[in-house]
Each structure stands twice: as C-alpha cells, then as structure tokens.
C-alpha cells in the first residue's frame, strides 16, 4: 500500500510524508492531483488480498465482500488460549426416544482442525434431526438403529452459520474436529459436543452436561463366575469415545455367604471400586461406582464368594467422553 505520489499530489497533506489529494484551482493555475496505475493496483490488491485472505472468491456481483471478510477474520483469533470443544454450560436433553435433540451453550470453541484456527461462539442453540441429511441431520446415510451418534457443532465463518452434525460412531472414535469429506458446504470448523445412543435409529432419553451424558441403566455385566483375578469384560454399553463411567454394582447368593464384587478400569488392576457384604441366603447388597476410567469399551472385574451360587451385576447409568 502506498500514498499517491504523482507529481500533482498534495505534498505533506496529513502531515510529514503523507501525501493527499486535491481537486486543483484552476484561479492560481495549481493542477488537480493526478492518478496512476500503481495507486489503483495498490488500492486493488490491498482490499482483495483482505477478501482472499478471508477464503472468500471475489464475486463481481457483491459489493460487501470487504465487510464480510473483516467479520470473518475478526471471528477467528488464531492461537487462542483454550480447547476445542470447551464449552459454558453446554446441555442436551431427551426427554421421550426421538429423532430429534435440541443443543445449547453459552459458550462454545470450535475450530477448523487441530491447532487450525479457533472461533469462539456465543449462544449456540441449534437442532439435530437424524432424519435428515446435511446440515442439521446426519452427515450421511441413515443413523445406526442400535449403536452411537457423535454430534458436531459446525461452523460456517463467512456467514456466521451454526448448525448440528451427527456421525455415526458405533464402531469408531469420533475425533474432536470432524475430519470426514462430507462437511456440508461453507462449514469450516467443527467441535465434537456428544456421542449418543441410539435405539431404533433415535436418540436415547437422556441429559448431556458439559461432557457427561446420563442415561437409562445398561446392563454390563450378569454372571454367577467367581473370579478372583481381574477378568476384562467388553461391552457396547457405551460409546469408544467414553473416558470415564458410572453406575452401580449389587449381587445376591442363593445361601448364606461372605462375597464381593469389584469393578476395575480397563488397563489395569488399580483405580478400582467394589463392595462386599455378608449375605444371608436371597439377600442383596448393593453400591454405586463413580469415574470408572475406561478405553475401548473395555473394563475389568473380579469377585469372591464363600458359598452358595452368588449373582453379580454392574450397570452403568453415565458416562464422559
């Protein structure tokens, strides 16, 4: 970019250095400033490098792609201190098996990929129909009829679109940046908000907070084995993306014994929780577990007893992915 600097222009207009403009006075015979091509080039390229620079193509046609530019690139502070998917009070809730599912946030950080650029969003409410395919439904083919959705925010910077994408997740880690070839058009950034289950191709009841999502008891283990050592168990009760699980263990004897039931994370024999009682014969005993750390759909159990024909359960009512 530079000053007009013809020979006609207005030496020193706006101070030392910086030339201007002026009309002429054709009374003293002083010239109207004349124009050239490199201050039009400059003028050009300046306010087209803005535009491109924003991955927007000029369009003849429109005469705001200047101001569209600026908003989108005053939108995206590369480098920003925080993570992708964090969030303010992010929520969903299904109240009845639907189709449907409405998300909001506060606040919300979504971004182009990781380490690409990040956008900060304000008041995100948006609807996911599964039904649907696009922007706003599933990004392609029809929803798992038993099996997990993964829910993107997506994020269309020049205009400042935000709408919800489901993914199948079933069989598959679902990334923090959807990462797929099926982004519907001018969406750029996206940020992984939920992976829900789904029954008959609709979403579960349920209650998402932040990263934990609460739903129905699923059973993950019945069995009347006594294993003293840890044994993994694999389940699909909740999705490959769950870091961490919730949920209850209880047992019952078909006599009078001392036994116990232990569940474990899945890598190792620490970090467990368990509960043991003295039973009479038909009686229960029962306990909750909190942030069982788990990968895979795998965890681990164990359990002892001294008598009788003793039954073991584990379910799971939560999870954080």
């Known amino acids: ?17 910086k030339n201007g403009f002026t009309g002429g006075n054709p009374q003293t015979g002083e010239l109207p400033t004349a124009l050239d091509a490199d201050f039009f080039d400059s003028i050009q390229e300046e306010i087209s490098g803005v535009v491109e620079g924003a991955g927007i193509a000029l369009d003849k046609s429109k005469n705001n792609q200047l101001l569209i530019a600026l908003k989108a690139l005053f939108a995206q502070p590369v480098n ?15 109240a009845a098996a639907s189709a449907s599912a409405d998300f909001q946030a ?13 956008y900060r969003l304000k008041n995100v409410s948006s609807r996911i129909t599964l039904t649907t395919v ?7 083919g029809s929803a798992p009829a038993t099996g997990f959705v993964a829910v993107y925010v997506i994020y269309n910077p020049t205009s400042a679109a935000v709408a919800l994408l489901g993914v199948d997740a079933t069989s598959v880690i679902a990334p923090e940046v959807y990462g ?16 829900w289950p789904t029954a008959s191709s609709q979403f579960v009841i349920g209650n998402l907070y932040d990263r934990k999502i609460d739903i129905a008891s699923r059973t993950l283990l019945t069995s009347s084995s006594t294993n ?20 209850g263990l209880s047992m019952t004897n078909t006599a009078s ?3 116990g039931l232990t569940i474990w994370g899945a890598n190792s024999s620490i970090g467990g929780m368990a509960i043991t009682a003295t039973l009479a014969a038909s009686a229960s005993a029962s306990s909750t577990f909190s942030k069982i750390s788990v990968a895979n759909q795998t965890i681990g159990w164990s359990s002892t007893s001294t008598a009788g024909t003793p039954t073991y359960n584990i379910g799971i009512s939560s999870y954080e992915f």
């Open 1 to 17: 970019m530079h000053r007009i600097d013809t020979s006609t222009a207005q030496v020193d207009k706006f101070g030392s250095g």
């Open 80 to 94: 920003y201190p925080g993570i992708i998917g964090q969030s303010r009070n992010a929520r969903m809730s299904v």
């Open 106 to 118: 506060d606040e919300l950080i979504v971004a182009s990929a990781l380490g690409g650029n990040q």
């Open 134 to 140: 696009g922007a706003g439904g599933m990004v392609a």
């Open 180 to 195: 797929g070839s099926n982004m519907p058009s001018g969406f750029a950034a996206s940020a992984l908000v939920a992976v």
């Open 228 to 247: 003293t050592n840890r044994v993994s168990l694999a389940t699909t009760q909740f999705p490959l993306n769950a870091k961490f699980i919730y949920g």
């Open 257 to 259: 014994s001392t036994q």
